[in-house]
């Protein structure tokens, strides 16, 4: 007797559609198996007072039972990587055994989607740790960091995980704020083509990309983290909004992460005009909008707009939050109850389920042969990702000032100080694994090697006597060791002085998330170890690992020269050693504008006229070194080929173009920035703005021309009803070195009616480089 194939289930069967898939699944589920797939379980992220979440520890459920929470399934896994110290190898073995129970437990056997950090790297012990993504936006070079994406990806994939929680688009608004080390800079431009880089790298190796934060979250008042935003619609829609629009649109991102900021006291977790009325009905966006930590909860116990966990899950489940992250506190019980007594719609649980279900279809978690990751080896730092890691840290280290000390030519005495010098703290930001769970785990090791700036200047310098000293820590007051760093530079050609930024979480640093300031001063004594060196008459070189800019005005005319690199990564140090010494031309640029004065004035170059230095106010905020700035050792030439004025309609495309020429005797990269000046708006816009840039690697004497495609959209802006337009007039097309050096400007003017743009609209410009 011959025996009949089984039938599949509808929705088991992957040759249907997933929409299909998805609809059978959902009629076949129970209230709470629905709810089961909207919230997250962490196992390791109990009450141990490690937090690396806010209000973890507050948060923890003290009756956590596993086995309770996932009888009816569940949606998703938090962070069985990023947590604790555990190897890879030993980390998907204990993920395939929570999957296996999950599957187990639930009626239908469906695997959890599994959630990990991915800001610097996969965030786990013994992971390649990249550059931060300050450091993404310094490197000008979206290409590269769209290969890191794919690399950190690929690893992700390897061990089972199948969401990351990158990247972070909000635009540096006040580098006051801990978490500027996130951003990619202070330009919505810089920040929307460089993430997007990274959501298409990170999407390509199979893993789910998640924008954050959406929105407003960079802009809060004074800095403040979680502080309230004081924003008008127009910031919102022309600086903080477009990062996000193009990772949607171009990156086709897979999920988005709200925001904890409050806007106008409307919190983003509770906002359908954010995450529904713009994300998906004018954006069009598909994928899952899942909470930050605790994002549902705080809208009862910190923005007080619910009276209790049932009412704040029913705001957020409106509002278009589909997943509740990283633990079930509102979408468990408190939902279910809400809906069973008609407090909450069930078409809003079915709304949220299906996307996440499709998600899960779509990472081929509903399939009948599904199984865990339980790879045989696993190298989470292999040679290729250094070397990526590496070629990104060399990239986006900045030259700000030389007077001609650099690079160092095999000095016979150099003295190196700092309290960065000789410790892997200043390469790592604050969601690197070492920072940011490692330091819950003194004696740990780094899990990875992180050669410090001493070590790497050491191996480039092998006949030169180095002598080192720190003179001092990242933070205190303990000014005990500054004298003898002092000597020490006293006796040497040339002093490296090394300061910065120890990052951390909530206190636990000098930058990073929770680790705001009042001024942009450098930590602790740093700056009196600053001047007792200065004092010595040594030349000194100013090396500066940080998570934001400080203000170097006070400084900058008694120092030799300045390198800034943002928290670089594994390979910074070599990097860095590597700019000094000549090995590695600089062709970094300045993603924020670096202050002359540290008060009061931490303002960004994307302003209107008023912002700037005017004759009514006696305070100039004018930076020192301003944004797209950078030096080398290298000089180009920088050759107009275009000439104006240029004519086209408010729905055509002018080209223009520039000839760059390497005229120095080594190779180097120029970064061919093109600004837009609007001289005349009906309402009042930035002096300039962004709209294109171009890495240009030349030889010696070699020449290339650049031509960049302006499309009429790129001028568009919220115009005075509130609508994006692009108006008929004149503007400028500036090519600049930075935002304040401008080498050529074209006249255009744009003719015809004024035009109505939406999400269809031209967003970049296109760039050809040809040889000459």
């Excluded at 002092?486 to 929770?514: K, P, W, Y």
């Excluded at 905020?621 to 180009?636: A, D, E, R």
């Amino acid at each position: 007797m011959s025996s009949q194939p089984t039938q599949l289930e509808p929705w088991r069967d992957v040759a249907l559609p997933a929409a299909e898939r998805v609809a059978d699944l959902i009629r076949r589920m129970t209230l709470a198996e629905k709810l089961g797939q909207l919230y997250s379980v962490w196992p390791a992220g109990g009450a141990t007072g490690q937090d690396v979440a806010p209000f973890q520890s507050d948060m923890a459920d003290p009756d956590f039972d596993w086995r309770r929470l996932i009888k009816d399934g569940l949606g998703q896994l938090t962070r069985p990587y990023g947590t604790a110290p555990v190897s890879g190898a030993e980390g998907a073995r204990q993920l395939a055994e929570l999957q296996q129970a999950v599957v187990a437990a639930g009626r239908f056997g469906i695997p959890a989607l599994v959630h990990e950090e991915c800001l610097t790297g996969f965030t786990a012990y013994g992971a390649t740790i990249y550059p931060t993504p300050l450091a993404w936006g310094a490197s000008f070079d979206a290409a590269l960091v769209e290969q890191v994406g794919a690399a950190i990806g690929a690893s992700m994939r390897a061990l089972g995980v199948h969401q990351g929680l990158a990247p972070v688009l909000d635009v540096a608004r006040d580098a006051r704020w801990g978490r500027t080390e996130e951003t990619i800079g202070e330009d919505p431009y810089l920040v929307a083509t460089v993430g997007t880089g990274y959501v298409r790298g990170l999407q390509s190796a199979g893993i789910v990309a998640t924008l954050k934060h959406f929105a407003g979250y960079s802009a809060s008042k004074a800095g403040r983290n979680f502080g309230p935003v004081g924003l008008g619609p127009r910031e919102l829609a022309d600086v903080l909004l477009p990062p996000f629009e193009l990772a949607v649109r171009d990156g086709r991102a897979g999920s988005v992460m709200h925001s904890y900021a409050e806007i106008d006291g409307v919190p983003a977790a509770s906002d359908p005009w954010l995450l529904t009325t713009l994300l998906r009905d004018a954006w069009g966006f598909t994928g899952t909008v899942v909470a930050d930590y605790f994002g549902v909860t705080f809208l009862q116990t910190l923005h007080h707009v619910a009276a209790d966990h049932g009412a704040a899950a029913g705001l957020a489940l409106a509002a278009g939050v589909d997943v509740e992250l990283p633990m079930v506190r509102c979408y468990g019980r408190p939902l279910l109850e809400a809906v069973e007594s008609g407090q909450v719609a069930p078409e809003l649980v079915d709304r949220a389920l299906r996307r996440v279900l499709l998600q899960k279809c779509e990472l081929g978690l509903l399939d009948p042969d599904w199984t865990p990751t339980v790879p045989e080896t696993v190298d989470l730092d292999p040679a290729p990702a250094r070397e990526l890691a590496r070629r990104l840290a060399e990239e986006s280290v900045v030259l700000l000032a030389n007077d001609g000390t650099l690079p160092l030519r095999a000095p016979s005495t150099l003295a190196v100080a700092g309290p960065l010098a000789d410790h892997a703290d200043g390469m790592l930001g604050c969601y690197t694994f070492p920072r940011h769970v490692g330091l819950h785990h003194p004696g740990l090791p780094l899990g990875v090697e992180v050669p410090t700036l001493l070590a790497s200047l050491r191996a480039e310098l092998p006949g030169t006597a180095i002598a080192y000293a720190p003179g001092c820590d990242v933070r205190g007051d303990d000014t005990a060791g500054i004298g003898a760093a002092a000597q020490a530079a006293a006796r040497a050609e040339a002093c490296v002085l090394v300061l910065g930024d120890q990052a951390g979480l909530f206190g636990n640093g000098t930058s990073g998330e929770g680790c705001d300031v009042t001024e942009l001063r450098l930590p602790g004594v740093q700056e009196r170890l600053l001047e007792a060196v200065l004092d010595t008459g040594v030349p000194v070189v100013l090396v500066l690992l940080s998570g934001r800019p400080y203000a170097l005005g006070a400084y900058a005319d008694r120092l030799a020269a300045v390198v800034q690199a943002f928290f670089p990564g594994e390979e910074g140090g070599p990097a860095v050693a590597g700019v000094l010494t000549g090995r590695v031309e600089p062709s970094g640029r300045l993603p924020v504008s670096v202050p002359r004065h540290p008060g009061g004035q931490p303002a960004t170059y994307l302003a209107p006229k008023l912002a700037h230095r005017s004759d009514v106010s006696t305070v100039d905020p004018t930076p020192l070194y301003p944004f797209g700035h950078g030096v080398g050792y290298t000089c180009f030439a920088w050759e107009p080929d275009t000439e104006g004025p240029l004519s086209c309609g408010t729905d055509g495309a002018v080209e223009v173009a520039i000839r760059i020429r390497n005229t120095g005797d080594r190779a180097g990269t120029e970064i061919v920035q093109l600004y837009l000046h609007d001289p005349v708006a009906q309402v009042t816009r930035p002096v300039i703005r962004l709209i294109g840039y171009a890495r240009v690697p030349l030889a010696p004497g070699q020449a290339c021309r650049v031509v960049f495609t302006v499309h009429a959209d790129l001028t568009s802006f919220t115009g005075r009803s509130g609508q994006r337009v692009v108006e008929p007039g004149d503007a400028e097309l500036r090519f600049g070195a930075s935002s304040a050096d401008f080498r050529h400007t074209v006249a255009a003017r744009f003719h015809g009616p004024q035009r109505t743009v939406g999400h269809g609209r031209v967003m970049t410009s296109e760039v050809v480089l040809e040889d000459l």
